[in-house]
């Protein structure tokens, strides 16, 4: 497919979207109806399906007894680690086989015109972007992802939480379900804005950011601090009124979820005239200029009402730089006085 119909190509190779990212169709006067449906149907399908499938698996197929889940043991607990490993490793790792190794699609519609590979770090350990993402996701996050499932089952089997049933409650929980990466972004977006503070952003958040041209493999390639205040967000169902297959739901959208910000293409190329979008521009853009766009990609315009909202445009490059000639000019005045 040629992505030059779509976007534009610079002098480096990077490729970049000619529409610029929007919110939710909700958050713009007169609604556009049209738009609202498209919308709706990309906020459903595949990503958060997919979610919602893998949770349902689980749930099922996955999980052991409520009575096993009532005591605390390493059996279950690593056997919970054992799938969501297996499981990330097969669905970051078949894109990273297919976009990254293989290449089938070359750079069309990637953001970055190199490939990680090809660009050897002292930052990275073994100074290797992939083989360093790839420990951390394995060693530190997913372990953390899996630490907190674990706590979070062992609540519910143990009823120390409020847990509503589907048969007496099916519309507060469905619409708990549909609001579910709602709560992800704006959880998100708190966490991920105090990380980016000067002593936590050295300490902590510095590890995910060395990854300036992400891949897959950086999704979760976290400090284990961030590793785990990420995940936490299904922590959130131990307070609220909520149903396990929900709270399951939430941390799939953050594990699993965690992919569409560092796909690094605009889209996949499945077949010769189907693409999948990926969701990824608006993260990506925080990953080259760090200090924008700390939400996600835009269900709540939490970085337009903070004023770090970079919509791939002039105008947004524009107002990115004047925010920080501001932050510049208040640090020398500061120095002065
Ligand atoms: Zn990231
Ligand atoms: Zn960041």
Known sequence: MDDLK????????????????????????????TKLA????GYVWPWNAFHMATALLYWNYVLPSQE????????WALWLYAV????????????ELFYYVKRKQGT???????????????????????????????????????LIEVFMLWRFANGLSLQLTWAEHPYYLALLTLIAPVIHEVHFFC???????????????????????????????????????????????????????VALFQLHVAGFGALNGHIGFDK?????DNTLDSHAYA???????????????GVVPLDKWFGYWHDGSKEGEARMEARYARKVARANAKQNS
């Open 283 to 297: 993260h990506y853009l925080h990953h080259k200029y760090f200090e924008v766009n700390y939400g996600g990609d």
């Open 108 to 146: 069309r519609f990637k953001y970055n015109g190199k490939f990680p590979s090809e660009q050897p770090s002292d930052v990275f350990w073994f100074k290797s972007q992939n083989l360093d993402n790839f420990l951390r996701s394995f060693f530190l996050s997913i372990p953390l992802w899996t």
């Open 84 to 95: 969501n490993a297996a499981a990330i490793f097969v669905m970051y790792g078949s894109i």
């Open 191 to 245: 966490i991920h804005r105090l990380i980016h503070t000067p002593f936590l952003y050295k300490w902590v958040h510095s590890v995910h950011h060395n990854s300036v041209n992400p891949s897959p493999w950086s999704s979760l390639s976290m400090h284990p601090v961030e590793g785990f205040a990420y995940h936490a967000v299904a922590l959130w169902h131990l307070v609220i009124p909520s149903n396990p297959i």
């Open 268 to 272: 996949l190329e499945l077949t010769e």
């Open 6 to 33: 779509f976007g534009t190509r610079n002098k480096r190779g990077d490729w970049a979207p000619t529409a610029v990212l929007e919110f939710a169709p909700f958050w713009y006067w007169p609604l556009n109806l």
């Open 68 to 75: 096993t889940m009532k005591t605390l043991s390493w059996g």
């Open 38 to 41: 498209k919308w709706l149907v």
